[in-house]
């Protein structure tokens, strides 16, 4: 009797472990969140190549856009990233996922980019919610998390900051004779600002910079500049479409940038 006893209770014994061990083993579930994802560092406004959080240059003074910056997360069970915007103001304290995107792991890219063209929540056209025009100052900070294929969610990252000013209008130029052409635009307010000038081939894109010179000090409402006025321009060929950009500088986390081309001839 003894002896059937104990194998009895051996037989229960190997019952209960294999039940205990039946479907997934919960150890093996993927619970570990990826890490906060990095904002790349702002540069000057006067460096080049730019990097970090700035405004996107448009083409159409009454738009504003953001340029967001990090460096991709190296689990290689990311499956994207989420960017929410906040309101600086204590009176506000909103903050709401302004959008999710869906970048798989790639080895091959360290860095990505979006650009906030200024929706609602729900994605509203036209909402334009970066205008320094549209009620109250638009202070606004921006976080990015990283997500994974079983649903974790990382923290938040660190705060980056940035506020859109008055874009330039009127902006154009103009061809004053051979090999000779200026860039004319008005503001809002003199003073108190600083301009800097980029020409780049509308091709080749910004890598490709025709004329880079110092910034320019603000001093009345109506600004212009000569193209390659300090003789610094590399030479352009003609017929050839360029991009005269120009940001418009209050500091080194408020300003607005706009773009207009031109057609070279000499």
């Known amino acids: 009797m003894k002896y059937r006893s104990i194998l009895i209770n051996c037989f229960f014994s190997w019952i209960l472990f294999t039940v205990s ?26 460096a080049y190549p730019q990097s970090g959080i700035r405004p996107e240059p448009t083409s159409d003074f009454t738009k504003y856009r953001m340029r967001i ?18 309101s600086v103001d204590p009176q ?3 903050t709401y996922p302004v959008k999710q995107l869906e970048y ?19 994605g509203t056209p036209g909402a334009n919610m970066l205008s320094p025009l549209l009620g109250e100052p638009r202070d606004y900070f921006w976080q990015i998390a990283a997500y994974d294929e079983s649903g974790n ?35 809002p307010t003199g003073g108190f600002l600083q301009y800097k000038v ?26 212009s500049i000569r193209l390659n006025r300090d003789g610094t321009a590399n030479e352009f060929e003609q ?6 950009q120009l940001n418009a500088i209050r500091d080194n986390t408020s300003g607005a940038a706009v773009f207009t081309t031109f057609i070279y001839s000499d």
């Open 92 to 94: 506000d304290g909103s």
């Open 21 to 46: 061990g039946c479907g997934e083993d919960s150890s093996s579930a993927d619970d570990l969140a990826p890490q906060p994802p990095v904002p790349i560092a702002r540069s000057d406004d006067a």
């Open 153 to 187: 969610r990382s923290e938040w990252s660190d705060t980056i900051r940035y506020t859109l000013i008055e874009n330039p209008f009127d902006f154009e130029v103009e061809r004053l004779g051979p090999d000779d052409y200026s860039l004319s635009w008005q503001y």
């Open 104 to 122: 798989a792991f790639n080895p091959n890219i360290t860095e990505y980019f979006w650009i906030d063209e200024g929706l609602d929540n729900l």
């Open 239 to 244: 017929d050839c479409t360029y991009v005269w």
């Open 69 to 86: 910056e990090w460096e991709s997360n190296t689990e290689t069970d990311v499956l994207g990233y989420i960017i929410r915007r906040g």
């Open 198 to 223: 980029r020409v780049y081939s509308y091709y080749d894109g910004p890598a490709h910079v025709m004329w880079d010179p110092p910034l320019i000090p603000g001093y009345t409402t109506q600004e």
